[in-house]
């Protein structure tokens, strides 16, 4: 299975600080996506990389792929207090017709003001 | 910005009720995805389909899940018989090209909190 497992688990900043959060994955990708999930509500698509991609950024986001360490990176530069969520890394396997995404537990991201 | 819509918010229903999850993905997607959370843990995988047809499914989804698209713009998510461990964020997400393109992004929708009581 495409175990994942992201770290930290929980993470709290201060505003402005900059924050980094990884996650990692056990088998082939075609690609891996990060998303965002403020409390009880949904998930927001943040960015996706694709397996020959190493480094991607979106405005405040920086996101790195090292496929042969199979881990990823997501950095948020100069965090607000509305980056507070849970962040989610998800992977799209490299074989066959398969078409789900696989999701890892997240991580709680608090920025303090 | 075009948004993948689910409704109800919020569903309570009695053990060995039947319910329906409703969503209205983006017009011009044709892929459509269920699937779930349970509180505090992994956003699981329920079920893809295409064309009219379930593509792929998780073991998650047994003979007491179905979907369904009745008409061009509806996907329900239907759980014949509710069980307490039924309980959980449902979300319905579709893809304007299927997920083997390496650029496909999926467009979640806000969720149905399903309470099985």
């Known amino acids: ?113 | 910005e075009p948004e993948v819509t689910q409704t109800p918010s919020h569903q309570v229903t009695q053990m060995g009720q039947e319910v329906i999850l409703r969503c209205v993905p983006i017009s011009n997607h044709l892929y459509f995805y269920w699937y779930r959370q349970i509180l505090g843990q992994k956003v699981e995988f329920l079920v893809s389909f295409y064309n009219n047809e379930i593509s792929e499914k998780s073991e998650i989804f047994d003979d007491q899940f179905s979907v369904e698209r009745p008409d061009g713009s509806n996907f329900t998510l239907k759980i014949r018989s509710t069980k307490l461990e039924d309980s959980a964020m449902y979300f319905c997400a579709s893809t304007r090209e299927r997920m083997l393109n390496g650029n496909t992004e999926a467009f979640f929708g806000q969720g149905t909190r399903l309470t099985v009581v």
């Open chain 1, 1 to 113: 299975s495409q175990q994942r497992e992201e770290d930290p688990q929980a993470l709290s900043i201060q505003e402005g600080e900059n924050a980094t959060m990884n996650c990692s994955y056990k088998t082939s990708i075609n690609n891996l996506q990060w998303y965002r999930q403020n409390s009880g509500r949904g998930l927001v698509h943040l960015i996706l990389i694709r397996s020959n991609e190493r480094e991607k950024h979106s405005g405040r986001l920086r996101v790195t792929l090292d496929t042969s360490k199979k881990s990823s990176s997501l950095l948020i530069t100069a965090s607000r207090a509305a980056d507070t969520a849970s962040y989610f890394c998800a992977t799209r396997p490299d074989t066959g017709a398969n078409s789900k995404l696989t999701f890892g537990k997240g991580i709680t991201l608090s920025v303090r003001p």
